[in-house]
């Protein structure tokens, strides 16, 4: 409890920090936004389109769209300037964290905090909140506790991935074109019905597990059971 405190005392330094500059975190935040806007409309575009994905109609992609950036923008709040960690070890910055009696993974998390991830929480609401009212989906205490429960297990799962791939700079001393691939993975297949892939990269997302970021929790919620190429039980899993 008391590593906790302090990770969080520290943490609402950094946050302090960031917003000493106004400019900045206005910037930042309008750069989240428009980046995760225009990722959506080309989604949109292909929707309106087609009308449906791998059965799935605009609203149901939407809510899962919406889960997926939830989840994302949780992960990433306070792993945002993990890009960093490269340049901190290749110049022995790191080392620091090794002399103060408090974990090095903690100290580096509370370091910095990167105000864009508010641009990409904002846009995962606007998405949820447009969708929520449309798709079908009976919101009982014990659906909204399940979908709460699905997104930050999908955070947990997206994060424990970024920091898994950014903790290779030890070993690799560089790490960029790893996390791009990771990166383009999740963007790529996180955002779709998991039934318009091969079976054999259903399989592959599943054991990545991409699939439990979103899609599982959305199948559940959407009454979608039937497509699922697993046993039910593992669809609850994401937590």
């Given at each position: 409890?008391?590593?906790a405190?302090?990770?969080?005392?520290l943490?609402?330094?950094?946050?302090?920090?960031?917003?000493q500059?106004?400019?900045?975190?206005?910037s930042?935040?309008?750069?989240g936004?428009?980046y995760?806007a225009?990722?959506?409309?080309?989604v949109?575009?292909?929707m309106?389109?087609s009308?449906?994905?791998?059965g799935?109609?605009?609203?149901?992609?939407?809510?899962?769209?919406?889960?997926?950036l939830?989840?994302?923008?949780?992960?990433?709040l306070?792993?945002?300037h993990?890009w960093?960690l490269?340049?901190?070890v290749?110049?022995?910055?790191?080392?620091r964290?090794?002399?103060?009696?408090m974990?090095?993974?903690?100290?580096?998390?509370?370091s910095?905090f990167?105000?864009?991830?508010?641009?990409?929480?904002?846009?995962a609401?606007i998405?949820?909140?447009?969708?929520f009212?449309?798709?079908?989906?009976?919101?009982?205490?014990?659906?909204?506790?399940f979908?709460?429960a699905?997104?930050?297990g999908?955070?947990?799962?997206e994060?424990?991935?970024?920091?898994?791939?950014?903790?290779?700079?030890?070993?690799?001393l560089n790490?960029?074109?790893?996390?791009?691939?990771v990166?383009?993975?999740?963007?790529?297949?996180?955002?779709?019905?998991l039934?318009i892939?091969?079976?054999?990269?259903?399989?592959f997302?599943?054991?990545?597990?991409i699939?439990?970021?979103a899609?599982?929790?959305a199948?559940?919620?959407?009454g979608?059971?039937?497509?699922?190429?697993?046993?039910?039980?593992?669809?609850f899993?994401?937590?």
């Amino acid at each position: 409890m008391r590593t906790a405190r302090t990770a969080w005392i520290l943490e609402r330094a950094a946050i302090r920090a960031q917003m000493q500059y106004k400019a900045n975190f206005i910037s930042m935040t309008l750069l989240g936004i428009i980046y995760q806007a225009s990722a959506f409309s080309f989604v949109a575009i292909v929707m309106y389109n087609s009308g449906v994905i791998g059965g799935w109609v605009f609203e149901e992609i939407c809510f899962l769209y919406g889960l997926r950036l939830l989840a994302h923008s949780l992960s990433i709040l306070p792993l945002s300037h993990l890009w960093t960690l490269d340049s901190m070890v290749r110049e022995a910055e790191f080392d620091r964290y090794l002399l103060r009696p408090m974990s090095p993974f903690l100290q580096f998390l509370t370091s910095k905090f990167q105000m864009s991830a508010a641009g990409d929480l904002l846009v995962a609401s606007i998405i949820l909140g447009y969708a929520f009212p449309r798709v079908d989906i009976d919101f009982s205490p014990a659906t909204v506790t399940f979908l709460m429960a699905g997104v930050a297990g999908g955070a947990l799962v997206e994060a424990s991935i970024q920091v898994a791939v950014a903790s290779l700079v030890f070993r690799t001393l560089n790490t960029m074109s790893f996390r791009i691939f990771v990166d383009t993975i999740f963007n790529l297949t996180g955002n779709y019905p998991l039934t318009i892939f091969s079976g054999f990269v259903q399989s592959f997302l599943i054991a990545i597990p991409i699939s439990f970021v979103a899609y599982f929790p959305a199948v559940v919620a959407l009454g979608k059971e039937g497509e699922l190429n697993v046993p039910l039980w593992v669809a609850f899993l994401t937590l």
